[in-house]
């Protein structure tokens, strides 16, 4: 089949393209690489099954021939990426989700969303079900990307309900692996670089905040799972396995192995960086396992040492 990935040159959307080409797929993949990145295709790149469009979502797009689906991955999905790129992501959640509706209107095609457990916002049910409407403050520093992600998932079910447009919505948690942006941002890449540099890892506040991180082939596997199911309707594609920050810097720590020389440290963090942001993370996945039968299968010590084991092969540190 043929499949369109907006977003395809990015960290989730290069692994979801090279597992789409392995079940035997033909993948259109666009990008404007405002966040993205093409070292994460470049080995794709003439591959026959394999075409890279730069194109900013947010602009009409056509294109020649039949798409079975079309799968919408384009955002910035870190708080450097979304903070720095405020109107930019409001616009790809609001503009570009609508164009890529209305591409998988026309062409009758199916169209999964790939939105975040970011809906939930702080949240004050734990862990999150599909069905908490979530604690969101709509004007802070994070609702233009916490938003931006839930209205995209309202447009994406008034398309079904007034089109029956086959849709599917993914609530995607913390996930890391290789070909993560080291500079986004976010806890995994910040503490690899610095486990892999001997550099302190530094903790925000006292290291009690939660969250579960999901290997990216795991999401992967969910999200094709859920694609081609016949479930309309939210499922969270998480670890559901919870620990703090600290506990995590322990992990990185042991993974990086016996040379690294770093020690986790505490620091005061930046107040207009972390506002909002959430204390406990963890989905609940009865859904993804009842109807997708699917459940993340890679451990937290074996995705890190691919992680860490890629950058510093990469030489991207």
């Known amino acids: 089949m043929r499949i369109l990935i907006a977003g395809g040159s990015g960290f989730i959307g290069s692994h979801l393209t090279e597992r789409l080409i392995a079940d035997g797929n033909d993948v ?24 890279l469009i730069e194109h900013d979502i947010t602009q009409p797009f056509e294109i020649d021939g039949k798409l079975a689906a ?36 026309v062409k009758g095609a199916r169209f999964l969303h790939a939105s975040t457990s970011e809906v939930y916002g702080d949240p004050l049910e734990h862990p999150q079900r599909e069905s908490y409407w979530g604690h969101v403050n709509p004007i802070g520093v994070r609702s233009v990307y916490d938003e931006a992600k839930r209205f995209a998932e309202a447009l994406t079910m008034a398309y079904h309900r007034k089109h029956g447009l086959q849709t599917r919505l993914i609530r995607i948690f913390n996930t890391y692996g290789p070909r993560m942006d080291l500079d986004d941002g ?69 993974a990086a192995g016996p040379n690294c020389q770093s020690q986790a440290v505490y620091v005061q963090p930046m107040r207009d960086r972390i506002a909002d942001d959430p204390q406990r993370r963890r989905p609940d996945i009865t859904r993804a396992r009842t109807i997708l039968g699917w459940e993340p299968k890679v451990s937290l010590e074996e995705g890190l040492k691919h992680t860490i084991a890629y950058f510093r092969e990469a030489a991207l540190v």
């Open 70 to 105: 079309v799968m919408n991955l384009a955002s910035p999905a870190s708080p450097v990426g979304y903070l720095d790129n405020p109107i930019e992501t409001m616009l790809v959640g609001s503009h570009g989700t609508h164009n890529m509706l209305e591409l998988a209107r």
């Open 28 to 51: 259109v993949a666009l990008d404007n690489f405002i966040t993205g990145s093409r070292i994460n295709v470049a080995h794709l790149v003439g591959h026959p099954q394999f075409e």
């Open 186 to 254: 976010r806890v995994v890449p910040n503490f690899v670089k610095q486990a892999v540099r001997n550099e302190p890892l530094t903790i925000y506040g006292d290291g009690k905040a939660t969250r579960s991180f999901t290997y990216v082939s795991d999401l992967v596997d969910g999200m094709v799972r859920l694609l081609w199911s016949n479930e309309g309707m939210p499922v969270n594609i998480g670890n559901p396995t919870e620990m703090t920050i600290t506990e995590f810097a322990k992990a990185v720590l042991a």
